[in-house]
């Protein structure tokens, strides 16, 4: 759908009356709009044949002309074109009707230059609101798994991921809850030579160990209580595809042998059948915990993980995500008003500002659920700070990459943060790259 060329927008008036046709031109010329005057519906039909407009004025006395039927044929030749009723006081129920049958909102004549600036105004600020919407939404359908970003960091493991994509190479995606891993482990699938075969995910946490050897391999019938017919289980329904083991290091200690012969050899065995089978299945899997200390505690094993940390991909938390928030944030509301057929359009400056300063320990997951409730109880076409529900305890006051910051302010922050997340200071310095009287003297200096 077009759009008009700059942003005061294209209006249209329609009205048999001449001098009210003078007048409305002159006083929305001199606010900078751009203004066509009809006097009848046939002009009026041929305008809008020949041209986009943003805004309509009506008059719905149009002598033998019948205003709403003028107004349903404009809904229907411009859809986008937003309509303001203008009539007198007598047909005041009649405006009502046409609001009924799709007008934007009605003037009683006669009004005021300062009504009908302000109608205009109003009127044309929707009108941009929805086009910017539309656009959004466009671009939400155009995104694979809402992947798109600005951020270099996240770019970088998104170029990472296609590279390795159209390998059977296993990935092991880190990152904290909410980060998208689940996403870009069905995008490597998409993007892979197995696209077309299943992509089947096992949630880890979800399962005992003798559930999770079920689910995984398949069972016969009558292997355990309650098995009461044969299931193939999730290796046999991804052959030919991807498996996607999603916070793997949940998965259970006893069974991790079998899943490390499975990935070695593509052998395996349902529970309660001694027939060996085998599938070509790719393994990807994502956790937001530490497997290598894991590792160390005796609580992972060590050749499993090196089996499945082939490629290792770490998705940024999205507070390191600065460029990426408020596109991310446009594109749910797009996406959350499309679903539930709710009013809001934009968010305010107010809105925009507290989303940026908010520390969004729940990631991308967190940000999704905030927009969708703000969409759903938001009464206007603005969201608000007080519909977005954020903890103000959660502020996110931390020094950013890129923001307007001296080089001091960001040393004292990260020399604060390496030694809050230290055991020692020997193993700060090491972090740092400095040695410990190095930072024994930036301690005293910033007061750390």
Not at 72 to 87: G, K, N
Not at 299 to 312: A, G, H, K
Request: with cysteine.
């Amino acid at each position: 759908m077009p759009n008009s060329p700059n942003n005061s927008g294209r209006i249209l008036l329609v009205d048999d009356e001449a001098a009210i046709l003078r007048t409305f031109r002159y006083c929305l010329e001199d606010s900078g709009y751009q203004v066509a005057g009809a006097g009848s519906a046939a002009q009026a039909e041929a305008l809008l044949q020949r041209q986009v407009f943003d805004l309509c004025f009506l008059d719905l006395r149009l002598g033998e002309d019948d205003g709403l039927q003028v107004l349903q044929r404009m809904r229907e030749q411009a859809p986008w074109m937003r309509v303001v009723i203008v009539t007198a006081h007598s047909a005041v129920d009649t405006a009502v009707d046409a609001m009924q049958a799709g007008a934007a909102d009605y003037l009683v004549k006669p009004c005021s230059p300062e009504q009908l600036r302000l109608a205009a105004a109003k009127q044309l600020e929707v009108r941009q609101l929805a086009a910017r919407l539309e656009a959004l939404e466009g671009e939400v359908r155009k995104n694979q798994g809402g992947l798109d970003s600005h951020s270099p960091a996240f770019m970088a493991v998104l170029e990472t991921a296609r590279q390795v994509a159209d390998t059977d190479a296993n990935v092991l995606i880190l990152g904290e809850s909410g980060t998208g891993k689940g996403e870009l482990a069905r995008a490597i699938h998409g993007w892979s030579r197995r696209a077309r075969k299943a992509f089947a995910t096992i949630n880890c946490p979800s399962l005992s160990s003798e559930l999770m050897e079920s689910e995984l391999f398949g069972h016969n019938r009558g292997a355990f209580t309650g098995a009461s017919e044969s299931t193939l289980g999730r290796v046999s329904q991804a052959d030919g595809g991807t498996l996607f083991l999603d916070e793997i290091g949940d998965f259970p200690l006893p069974l991790q042998p079998k899943l490390l012969r499975f990935i070695q050899d593509k052998e395996y065995e349902r529970v309660g059948d001694p027939l060996t089978r085998q599938a070509d299945v790719r393994i990807l899997a994502a956790t937001n915990l530490d497997l290598d200390a894991m590792v160390r505690e005796g609580r992972f094993r060590e050749d499993l993980l090196y089996r499945l940390n082939v490629i290792c991909l770490t998705l940024p938390p999205l507070r390191e995500r600065g460029e990426d928030l408020l596109p991310l944030a446009e594109g749910f509301l797009a996406r959350f008003v499309r679903e539930h057929g709710r009013p809001a359009r934009a968010f305010s400056d107010e809105a925009r500002a507290a989303l940026q300063a908010y520390a969004w320990p729940g990631n991308v997951r967190e940000l999704r659920n905030v927009i969708e409730r703000a969409s759903i109880i938001c009464p206007g076409e603005r969201i608000e700070p007080s519909h977005l529900g954020l903890d103000p305890a959660q502020a996110d006051s931390a020094p950013r990459v890129g923001a307007a910051l001296s080089l001091e302010q960001l040393e004292k922050a990260h020399i604060a943060a390496v030694l809050a997340a230290s055991a020692t200071l020997e193993q700060a310095a090491a972090t740092l790259g400095i040695d410990v009287s190095t930072l024994y003297r930036k301690r005293k200096q910033y007061g750390l």
